[in-house]
């Protein structure tokens, strides 16, 4: 061990600085104070963002008229169609309206029977989507009708119920399937201008549509996601499946069969629309019911 001397340091000094260093050599570097952890606080979740609240659906309004229209296209139905179609809603229809058929051939129609115009180069039903066609040429009210349908009692409430709201069937398979919520474009009510995309949508690719979908109310209801109603459904009624009870059907090939045995239809009270979808056809039809009732 080095002995350290310091100039003119005394003995004394010199005891009290070695104890001094010694002690500090010894001592026990003091040791920092332990931490209290501190919680951290928990990250706060980014909040799921909110779903877009749909725009309020308001349908154009109408202005008083009413029309009663209907599509004949090709030689499917002769012009009989129509005009027994258009005797049974003078019939049962007391409000002022006007029965316009679209079609490419008004040779047999009745006199009173206004004619327009079909504005697609298109088969059969795929005429359908015209209806919702911005410039279709009417303004006002429309309650579109197959031909293959029956009416037997007043139906003034096709034009009274929800009114300025898209009204549609509820597909016949609602026989089948509870709640079934497609749609049967049979009947339906619009007002001129209504989910003009119908047609719009339809008219720049029609091919494409067409190819897709099996029929115009698959294109229909593919289209309207929301602004709709259905119809209270004892109000228009399948013939064969919820009148007839779904009977057998004799030899015919498809297109001219009618029913194996004659039989009459279950009518319910609030009932006045009967529906031929597929067979068979009214004319086809020997059921005394339909033969009174077909005219």
């Known amino acids: 061990m080095v002995k350290k001397y310091v100039e003119g340091e005394t003995k004394e000094q010199r005891k009290a600085r070695k104890a001094k260093e010694k002690?500090?050599?010894?001592?026990?570097?003091?040791?920092p104070l332990p931490q209290k952890s501190v919680p951290q606080p928990k990250p706060i979740p980014n909040p799921k963002p909110k779903k877009e609240a749909k725009p309020p659906y308001n349908p154009p309004l109408h202005d008083g008229n009413l029309f009663v229209c209907c599509l004949k296209y090709g030689d499917k139905y002769g012009p009989e169609y129509v005009n027994k179609l258009?005797?049974?809603?003078?019939?049962?229809?007391?409000?002022?309206?006007?029965?316009?058929?679209?079609?490419?051939?008004?040779?047999?129609?009745?006199?009173?029977?206004?004619?327009?115009?079909?504005?697609?180069?298109?088969?059969?039903?795929?005429?359908?989507?015209?209806?919702?066609?911005?410039?279709?040429?009417l303004r006002g009210t429309i309650l579109f009708l197959d031909l293959d349908l029956i009416i037997f009692d007043n139906m003034d409430r096709l034009f009274t119920y929800r009114p300025n709201e898209f009204c549609v069937i509820r597909d016949f398979n609602r026989f089948v399937i509870k709640d079934y919520n497609k749609f049967n474009s049979s009947v339906f009510r619009l007002n001129t201008g209504?989910?003009?995309?119908?047609?719009t949508d339809f008219a720049k690719h029609p091919d494409d549509a067409i190819r897709r979908w099996q029929g115009d109310q698959d294109w229909l209801r593919h289209k309207v996601k929301h602004g709709y109603n259905f119809w209270p459904d004892e109000w228009i009624q399948s013939y064969k499946w919820e009148m007839r009870g779904r009977p057998k059907f004799d030899s015919k090939p498809r297109g001219e069969r009618d029913f194996k045995d004659i039989g009459d239809p279950k009518i319910k009270p609030d009932t006045f629309m009967a529906v031929f979808h597929g067979d068979p056809n009214p004319h086809n039809c020997k059921d005394p019911w339909v033969i009174d009732n077909w005219k």
């Open 86 to 137: 258009y005797n049974q809603v003078t019939k049962h229809l007391t409000l002022d309206h006007t029965f316009v058929c679209f079609t490419e051939n008004s040779a047999g129609l009745d006199n009173n029977i206004e004619v327009m115009p079909l504005k697609l180069n298109v088969t059969g039903w795929w005429h359908k989507p015209m209806m919702f066609a911005p410039d279709l040429g």
């Open 194 to 199: 209504d989910h003009p995309y119908v047609y």
């Open 23 to 31: 002690a500090q050599k010894n001592a026990v570097p003091p040791q």
